[in-house]
């Protein structure tokens, strides 16, 4: 079976391949632009206590960090929006695999900037439709609004997204400030964070690289060592 890793590198393969020098370069600028960031040495690391929150959730509600984890541990992932072909990826195997994180006794939470209303403006936009078939616009674990990235920034995972990204965007109708209801361009780099239930940070994914994300397995070794 192909790993959530594997199918990223073989989407970036395809975009390689297909798109044409204008979009695929500029993509490639951004990305290196942002790995020589040092996320990294910013984030909030193992052993480190995890910011409480109270955020927004997807479809009504709010969800905190300290109700979660009265069930138990748990496995708190950000991601940048739908508009992100690698997000949708990460969202779809997480959700796939969602039992597997849940039987280990844990919660999984998404963070995002985006509004829960994304497809819709992706829509009337006039996003092209490969694009939006590409969405997971719903999973099974709950999603939380983070409203400029300031969850996030509190984690030390926020950059600024690359003009060159910003450009090659624009150029298929996708208009950030709409989907995030924020002109800050202020994105998290896609960490996965276990907690223990005191809000000890057990594991600490910061990939520094929105073209890398944690494996499902990786979380549930982390959540196994917890227990034992």
Partial sequence: ??????KIREAVQYFR???????????????GEISAMGIIDNALAEGEMAPDFDLPRYGGGV????GYLEKGPVVLTFYRGIWCPYC???????????????????????VTPERP???????????????????????KFDVLHDQDSKLASLYGLVFELPEAHRHVLSQIGIDL???TGSDTYAFADPATYVIA????????????????????????????????
Avoid at 1 to 6: H, R, V
Avoid at 17 to 30: F, R, W
Avoid at 63 to 66: C, E, M, N, T, Y
């Fill in 88 to 110: 949708n990826l990460q969202l779809k195997e997480y959700d796939d695999r969602l039992s597997e994180i849940t039987d280990l006794g844990a919660t999984l939470v998404a």
């Fill in 63 to 66: 969800g905190s960090l300290s």
């Fill in 197 to 228: 239930q005191d809000r000890t940070i057990t594991r600490a994914f910061v990939p520094n690289n929105y073209r890398r994300r944690t494996e499902v397995d990786a979380i549930k070794k982390a959540l196994i060592a917890i227990r034992d």
């Fill in 1 to 6: 079976m192909t790993s959530l890793n594997g």
């Fill in 17 to 31: 391949d297909t798109l044409p020098p204008e979009l695929y370069g500029p993509i490639e600028q951004g990305a």
């Fill in 117 to 139: 209303n994304a497809i819709d403006l992706m829509k009337t936009a006039g996003v092209p439709d490969d694009v939006i078939a590409g969405a997971t616009p719903s999973v």
């Fill in 177 to 179: 400030t709409v989907l």
